[in-house]
């Protein structure tokens, strides 16, 4: 076990946290294009700090995580996360889209 990145040379440091990104990537999500119910889907088109994406989503009750009370996690039908920093900080479109799957 390593007691911290730190403990490491700087390339070494470097290799790490690029696989930690690559393993563990959660993009955040900056705006929200549009979000739509389909077939018991939740279907939503998104810019993130990654491009924008599109994911479908299930079960908001089970799959939407609150960090907070303004921080969220949503996890898609794929097992992957999308992470919202701040909803307060969401354009006022993006909040709507939100408010229409929570």
């Known amino acids: 076990m390593l007691p911290g990145l730190m403990a490491l040379d700087p390339e070494s440091q470097r290799v790490v946290r690029e696989e930690l990104d690559r393993r563990y990537l959660v993009p955040k999500i900056e705006l929200i294009h549009h979000t739509r119910p389909m077939y018991g889907s939740y279907y939503w088109d998104v810019t993130t700090d990654r491009g924008r994406r599109r994911f479908a989503m299930k079960d908001p009750s089970r799959n ?25 900080r969401l354009d006022p479109h993006s909040r709507i889209q939100v408010d229409k799957v929570i």
């Open 64 to 88: 939407i995580l609150w960090d907070s009370a303004d921080r969220l996690v949503i996890r898609d039908t794929l097992g992957n996360r999308w992470q919202i920093d701040s909803l307060a």
